[in-house]
């Protein structure tokens, strides 16, 4: 250690900076605590578990505003628990460079979002809860009330009871509620041809029973153009985000779209007519949506395939914009910071001011690897789905549906829990609320009792993409 730390300060010290500031000895309880405080980022990345306690300690320490960033390998312990903390692996250079990068690039609310939620559950997880934990693996008869079960992360078959045991706490009978989805695979059933892609009705009449309900938000976040979305399903007085995001248009009509450079508009139209001239054959077109460009192959013989998709790729990068893969199709997506994850936070904050995540419940349901952007986004403080039929597939979603199908049901059971909520509920629950908080200082888990306690295969193999073809 001390000769590499030697080495890298040798050759980038100048005379007034050094890259590495190496402590090797005791700094005092106070001058620890201020380095905690004022760290951009902290890197908690042992090669096995240990140095939980440092991780937990620079959160408690997160007193300035904007807060910092925690990463902490997924071989600590501590990495298990604190969802929204970036998770890194130390083995992997690369990777760990680049989520390096993603935590001092990070956007001030995602990062206060994130130290939020890890503060409070540093807080409910006090003294008295690790004791009474422990006394329960040893096998003392411990008062149950409160115990959080460890629930599966898959759903085969989806019944009624599923969501209810998964969803009924969470959102409770007094909370409002977002529903966020995307069209294509989750609430329509993937077709030959984005036209055909129809919003079943009994969907389609759900929907619009709940998006009359005063308790609900509804906000359709797809990768299609934003008109496109909102004319397949067809209902009013909702939010619709298209192109992942990159134009949004609110229930009272007002529209965001999110600025591309300007010198992007014209190589949009030079990259069109590039994939329409060289890879637009055997069946391979091109959907044009504006800022993103779709090339289609779904009817392309797979022999075929083989050939024009890497080609098609190639045109995508050279025109400057990156690639992302689709249910049979590639994407040209213009080269900004901006995805399903940035947009639902966007959408959340606009509709519920700066501390949404405090104020309603959030149920995000997608099929694809763009909506893995939205539920790393929203980790630890939504409830989320990955509509796909695999139970391989890497996902961040806490719960995987099998179909469509199991969709319309997670809808039909919000319905029918929402309407059963009894009148003057509020009151009867705030009042039981108080009272659990005045007894028991742990009591805030009752919030996140959603959250599955295992999710350890899940978040050592999530997030990466990986693409998947239907
Ligand atoms: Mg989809």
């Keep these: 250690m001390d000769q590499l730390v030697g080495r890298i300060n040798g050759s980038f010290t100048t005379y007034s900076w050094s890259p590495i500031r190496y402590i090797y000895g005791c700094v005092s309880h106070d001058e620890l605590a201020g380095f905690y405080r004022d760290s951009a980022v902290a890197l908690v990345t042992p090669l096995r578990d240990g140095m939980n306690l440092v991780a937990k300690e620079f959160v408690a320490c997160q007193i300035n505003q904007p807060p910092g960033v925690l990463i902490v390998s997924p071989f600590a312990g501590a990495g298990e ?14 990777e760990a460079a680049e989520v390096l990068h993603r935590a001092l690039t990070m956007p001030e609310d995602e990062r206060t979002l994130r130290m939020n939620s890890l503060r409070r559950r540093e807080k409910a997880n006090d003294v008295n809860f690790w004791m009474k934990s422990f006394m329960k693996q040893m096998g003392s ?106 134009e949004i248009i609110h229930p009272d009509g007002t529209k965001f779209v999110h600025p591309i450079p300007a010198e992007l508009e014209g190589k949009v139209r030079d990259l069109l007519k590039s994939l329409q001239d060289q890879v637009c054959k055997e069946g391979a077109w091109v959907e044009n949506k504006g800022a993103v460009l779709t090339f289609h192959y779904r009817e392309t013989p797979a022999c075929v395939r083989a050939e024009l998709v890497p080609q ?28 399903k994850g ?54 961040a979603a806490e719960r995987r549906l099998p179909s469509t199908d199991s969709v319309l049901m997670m809808l039909k059971w919000l319905e029918r829990h929402l309407s059963q909520r009894k009148p003057g509920g509020e009151d009867t629950m705030r009042a039981l609320k108080n009272k659990i908080i005045a007894r028991n200082s742990s009591s805030l888990k009752v919030e996140m009792s959603f959250v599955p306690i295992s999710l350890k295969g899940a978040e050592e193999s999530a997030l990466e993409e990986s693409s998947e073809e239907h």
Excluded at 81 to 94: F, K, R
Excluded at 314 to 333: P, T
């Design 81 to 94: 628990t604190m969802h929204e903390a970036l998770i890194c692996n130390p083995y992997e250079i690369n």
């Design 141 to 246: 008869q411990i008062e149950e009330e409160d115990a959080d079960e460890v629930k599966s992360v898959t759903m085969h078959p989806v019944t009624m009871d599923d969501f209810e045991e998964y969803l009924a706490d969470y959102i409770g009978q007094t909370n409002k509620v977002a529903l966020l989805l995307d069209y294509d695979g989750t609430l329509a059933p993937i077709a030959p041809h984005p036209d055909l892609a129809i919003l079943p009705v009994e969907t389609k009449n759900v929907l619009q029973r709940l998006s009359n309900m005063p308790d609900v938000y509804i906000a359709i976040v797809s990768g299609r153009n934003v008109d496109n979305v909102m004319n397949m399903v067809g209902i009013e007085g909702i939010t619709y985000a298209g192109n992942h995001g990159l």
């Design 312 to 339: 098609a790729c190639k045109l995508i990068e050279s025109h400057g914009f990156k690639v992302g893969s689709s249910h049979c199709a590639v994407e040209a997506r213009p080269p900004v910071q901006w995805n």
């Design 342 to 395: 940035r947009a639902s936070i966007y959408i959340l904050r606009t509709a519920f001011g700066f501390d949404w995540s405090e104020r309603i419940r959030i149920i995000y349901a997608g099929d694809d690897v763009t909506d893995e952007d939205a539920m790393q986004a929203l980790k630890g403080m939504a409830a989320t789905f990955r509509v796909t039929s695999s139970s391989i597939i890497r996902t």
